[in-house]
């Protein structure tokens, strides 16, 4: 890592950081319960890049693990909250 | 090499980064909810592929890069899955897309059109600016 070590990585969750305030945003003021599921969909996507990325700048690489499981419970979360709706709507 | 290799990496974490943060402002601004499906897409293709592009060349030929494709094999198959069972659902209730003009779109009952007669084709005159059908 001659470029400056850990400032790439600093810079991509600060992007992903900022990505997760704005589908927060959208999840609180979202007018319907789909815009709500969307954005919570996107907010975990995120999340699983950003523990991908905090492992790279903790120098702890096992983060990936978890990183990994993330990605399965996010596919799992939205199939069940979906199939909640509708079956109510 | 070294240089090199660090150099294509940060450049990837800084196009996966800009392409998340686009994402985020369509999500926030677009006007529709299938438009924001759009901006959503946007984050889970190119911003996620792009971020573990640059953590592969970090990661090298390591046990960190074959599990970092693994998270992109997942994410691969299931965001588009959750993206079309959103928008399936969204459409199953009801919800109508916006038409050009900023209306609602909503589409014709399928049985009230097989029930009509088939009437011959007429070129309908183009109204420019015409008001979006209201909604009832």
Request: glycine share 10%; net charge neutral; hydrophobic share 55%.
């Amino acid at each position: 890592m001659a470029l400056g070590g850990t400032e790439m990585f600093a810079a991509a969750a600060l992007a992903i950081l900022a990505t997760m305030a704005l589908a927060l945003v959208r999840a609180i003021s979202g007018p319907t319960v789909y815009d709500r599921v969307l954005a919570v969909n996107m907010m975990t996507t995120k999340t699983t890049l950003l523990i991908a990325l905090l492992g790279f700048l903790a120098g702890r690489p096992e983060f990936l693990d978890i990183a990994l499981v993330y990605a399965l419970i996010n596919f799992v979360s939205v199939i069940a909250v979906l199939r909640l709706f509708g079956r109510r709507v | 090499m070294e240089i090199a290799l660090d150099l294509l990496s940060w450049a990837l974490l800084l196009v996966g980064g800009f392409f998340a943060i686009a994402g985020g402002i369509g999500v926030v601004r677009l006007p529709d909810f299938y438009t924001r499906l759009h901006a959503s897409g946007v984050t889970d293709t190119g911003a996620a592929y792009f971020i573990l592009a640059g953590l592969m060349i970090q990661g090298g030929l390591s046990i960190i890069t074959v599990k970092l494709v693994l998270i992109g094999f997942f994410m691969f198959f299931s965001n588009p899955t959750s993206t079309y069972s959103l928008a399936a659902a969204a459409h199953r209730s009801g919800m109508a897309p916006l038409d050009g003009a900023g209306g609602p779109n909503k589409p014709e009952p399928v049985e009230k059109s097989l029930a009509e007669p088939i009437e011959p084709i007429e070129p309908t005159p183009t109204k420019p600016g015409g008001a979006p059908p209201s909604q009832p």
